[in-house]
Nanobody
Framework: VQLVESGGGLVQAGGSLRLSCAAS????????MGWYRQAAGKQREWVAG???????NYADSVKGRFTISRDDAKNTVYLQMDSLKPEDTGVYYC??????????WGQGTQVTVSS
């Protein structure tokens, strides 16, 4: 399985970004999927999840600002990030859901939010 994240960049606080995660080598439609992030010097943390049926949940720190979605026909998961804050800075990854055995991690996409 290969996961390729994209869409990161440098944005000012209050701005928006839309991340994409394209999967190959497997079909994601039967899997819960999640977005994770890792800030410099910190452990990777779960940010948002979406079940195979489309139910979503979010870490408290991003609730109301981030939206996870999926397009199973494109084998892709998205993360719409609005009202970005400097503390959202980090490398963002996608993978299977929070309680699931993970596939090999992709390279991630860097998100930098300036104050």
């Amino acid at each position: 399985v290969q996961l390729v994240e994209s869409g990161g960049g440098l944005v000012q606080a209050g701005g928006s970004l839309r991340l994409s995660c394209a999967a190959s080598g497997t079909m994601i439609r039967w899997n819960a999927m999640g977005w994770y992030r890792q800030a410099a010097g910190k452990q990777r943390e779960w940010v948002a999840g979406i079940s195979a049926g489309g139910n979503t949940n979010y870490a408290d720190s991003v609730k109301g600002r981030f939206t996870i979605s999926r397009d199973d026909a494109k084998n892709t998961v998205y993360l719409q990030m609005d009202s970005l804050k400097p503390e959202d800075t980090g490398v963002y990854y996608c993978n299977r859901g929070i309680g699931d055995l993970k596939w090999k991690w992709g390279q991630g996409t860097q998100v930098t939010v300036s104050s």
